[in-house]
């Protein structure tokens, strides 16, 4: 996979309009790497000029500072508005609310200011542009998909309408979810939940969640989130369900149904 | 003339004991950091007036916001009459504003009734909500025995109270038929259903019920102000500063540490030239109730233990011990406490820990259910957060799995063990 870094393009004299930042889970989890690939299969195919930081890339510190830690979170804060003000980026895209979150309403008060877009309102953006064209027969059309909301997203952001409208665009069957959009029920990852073993409890909060998803008869679960891919995907195989249902990412839905 | 004094005085004893808590809640409140406030406040009073005027955030769960309406615009508009009573306490008069308002006033008192009853009406329906229906937010575990009398001894107040106005409307018609001395209010619509109960009565008998029903309807909404300061009620007040203050940022910014800033800064070499002093950094995060701003202490005062938080929480919902409204609930008894302590906070006992463990601040997923949930605007997350602030940078108190990912992100520069240098490789990968 060709995929430019910031320092590859500066050294060529190119600045690119894009920077994608891909965040930790995107370049390091298993499950999520399939999601970063298959929105740069989608950046490629539009022919969209972009970058990344590669190695230059580190957690934004979301974690860190929701777990109480403000010290790391600033010291990554800051370093990593050092490299992005050094290749003067200017617009962010992320596949990841948390990043997205972080370096669009954090960032701002300690020097970093960009255009932050989550990959969901890009790609809702490219549908609505018509630069997105979905082939017809595809594996989705019809089919019964839910809309898992993602907290950071959701509520943190009021992000609601953008990833439901890059569903509406695959013609799918798209059923709600009894808690969705503000009363959307988190996946038990955020706020570092992601980072340690839940408290005492009666039940886990993915298995209420999915659940609740299962309910709705959907066959594709979707979501816009690393932490609630895990969570639900997790939740999917405790009551044995991956053949039948599966969680997939917006960008996946997409990449898959234009056959990329 | 006795009536008068003793109303006066009455009236004079509970504003002083009414002033005096104000003094002592405000004082409570300014145990807090003084926060800047940012954003407009054209949108600050947008909010006061859809969220707290309008209930905005009510009509999400329709009946509950239909009847508490009732009670809310029961409440500020026979208020109006109260301001009649107390006229006519201090003047001697009778039913002050009837000459002056001529044929307006009986269709007040007409509309002030249908209120009356509305009230009356809703109390009751919220009492079996509570106490017969049983809805489970109202019965959650902070909710023990003083926060569901203190729920029901005001449902009950609200209707005695509202009781006690129908039952003077109605003497009072039975007194103008038969003594001209009694303004005419006309009829009065829902009051004359109680007229037969008292139609038997002889004149005197009649006189001592209309009083009595006056004098307890006053000193009952006297003596219920007063009791408000104590009680979860406090919300009628405070509901309308606190959507005043709510943060206007997007409900996931968590606000900045400046002075980490500061020191984070000079640490990587990047201090400007410091034009302040440095100050003394005092406590990082929140221990006690003195850490936190008074948006929060504030906050606490304006809860009013309606569970909506709460019940939307993921884990509360799953079974673990966070709650929200008892994050609110525990903000507010402790700084109760620190007032009775006569503002000291040595007496050995602290928010975190005496009133709020670390498994409930642990348990949070910062997911913002209960800051959306909440109808007035109450934000039970930033304190969560300045609780963690607190253990993470002075305790360094984290969960063990937390402090390697601190560790992790310090090291690798991703929350998990992988080498930083291995960050691009999903690249290298074979599609």
């Not at chain 2, 307006?104 to 229906?133: G, Q, W």
């Not at chain 2, 107040?157 to 003594?179: C, G, K, P, Y």
Request: proline share 4%; charged share 20%.
């Amino acid at each position: 996979m060709n995929v430019p870094t910031l320092a590859e393009l500066t050294a060529k004299g190119e600045s690119p309009e894009i920077l994608f930042w891909v965040g930790c889970a995107g370049s390091f989890d298993d499950r999520y790497k399939r999601v970063t690939k298959a929105f740069v299969k989608i950046m490629h195919a539009l022919e969209i000029k972009f970058g990344v930081l590669g190695t230059e890339e580190s957690c934004t510190g979301d974690p860190a500072r929701r777990a109480g830690n403000e010290f790391l979170f600033q010291m990554q804060a800051m370093s990593n508005i050092q490299v992005l003000n050094g290749y003067g980026v200017k617009k962010i895209v992320t596949a990841c609310p948390h990043c997205f979150n972080t370096l669009k309403n954090e960032y701002p008060e300690l020097g970093g200011n960009y255009e932050v877009i989550h990959h969901a309102t890009f790609l809702q953006q490219l549908i609505n542009d018509g630069k997105i064209k979905l082939k017809d027969g595809h594996a989705f059309k019809g089919k019964k998909i839910t809309f898992h909301d993602s907290c950071y997203l959701g509520r943190a952001n009021n992000i609601y309408e953008a990833p439901r409208e890059v569903l509406e665009a695959l013609d799918a069957d798209l059923v709600e979810m009894k808690r969705c959009r503000t009363t959307g029920l988190c996946c038990g990852a955020g706020g570092a939940q992601m980072f340690k073993d839940a408290e005492k409890g009666k039940k886990e909060i993915n298995t209420e969640r999915t659940e609740e998803a299962l309910a709705t008869g959907a066959t594709t679960v979707a979501v816009a989130c690393p932490f609630c891919m895990t969570m639900m995907t997790d939740g999917v195989k405790s009551k044995e369900k991956e053949a039948e249902v599966k969680v997939k990412d917006l960008a996946e839905l997409i990449a898959e149904a234009n056959g990329l | 003339m006795i009536q008068q004094v003793v109303f006066a005085i009455v009236l004079l004893g509970f504003s002083y004991f009414i002033a005096r808590r104000i003094g002592l809640i405000s004082k409570g409140i300014q145990l807090g950091k003084q926060t800047p406030l940012t954003g407009d406040s054209s949108s600050r009073w947008k909010n006061v007036l859809l969220i707290a005027f309008g209930q905005k955030k009510m009509f999400k769960r329709f009946i509950p916001a239909v009847l508490h309406f009732f009670i809310y615009a029961g409440f500020l508009i026979i208020n109006l009459e109260v301001f009649e009573f107390i006229i006519d306490g201090l003047a001697g008069t009778h039913r002050f504003f009837a000459p002056y308002l001529g044929s307006i006033y009986p269709v007040l008192m007409n509309v002030f009734e249908f209120l009356a009853v509305a009230v009356l009406l809703s109390c009751v329906f919220f009492l079996i909500r509570r106490n017969v229906l049983k809805v489970p937010r109202f019965w959650s575990a902070e909710m023990t025995r003083w926060p569901r009398l203190d729920a029901n001894t005001i449902l009950v107040v609200e209707i005695v109270l509202m009781f006690a106005i129908l039952t003077m409307n109605a003497t009072d018609q039975l007194l103008q038929s038969r003594d001209a001395h009694y303004t005419a209010t006309g009829s009065l619509f829902f009051s004359s259903f109680l007229m037969p109960v008292f139609e038997n009565l002889e004149i005197g008998s009649l006189i001592l019920v209309e009083r009595f029903a006056w004098w307890f309807h006053i000193v009952g909404i006297l003596g219920f102000a007063l009791y408000v300061t104590y009680s979860k009620h406090l919300h009628i007040f405070m509901a309308f500063p606190n959507t005043y203050y709510a943060r206007l940022e997007p409900k996931g910014q968590i606000h900045n540490m400046p002075v980490v800033t500061q020191e984070v800064k000079s640490m990587l070499g990047l201090a400007e030239a410091s034009t302040t002093p440095p100050t003394e950094p005092g406590r990082f995060g929140a221990k006690d109730v003195n850490d936190l701003s008074r948006v929060n202490l504030m906050a606490a005062f304006s809860c009013t233990e309606c569970g909506r938080c709460t019940s939307e929480c993921p884990a509360n919902l799953t079974g673990k011990k966070l709650s929200p409204r008892k994050i609110m609930m525990d903000t507010r008894d402790r700084v109760e406490e620190v007032i009775k302590n006569g503002g000291k906070l040595d007496d050995g006992k602290s928010l975190l820990g005496d009133y709020i463990t670390k498994e409930e601040i642990n348990a949070c997923t910062s997911c913002n259910a209960c800051v959306e949930a909440c109808p007035v605007m109450i934000n039970p997350l930033d304190i969560i957060i300045e609780l963690r602030r607190y253990v993470a940078m002075e305790e360094s108190g984290s969960p063990a799995s937390w402090n390697s990912m601190f560790q992790n992100i310090e090291t690798n520069f991703a929350p998990w063990k992988f080498a930083s240098s291995d960050r691009f490789n999903w690249a290298k990968d074979q599609a």
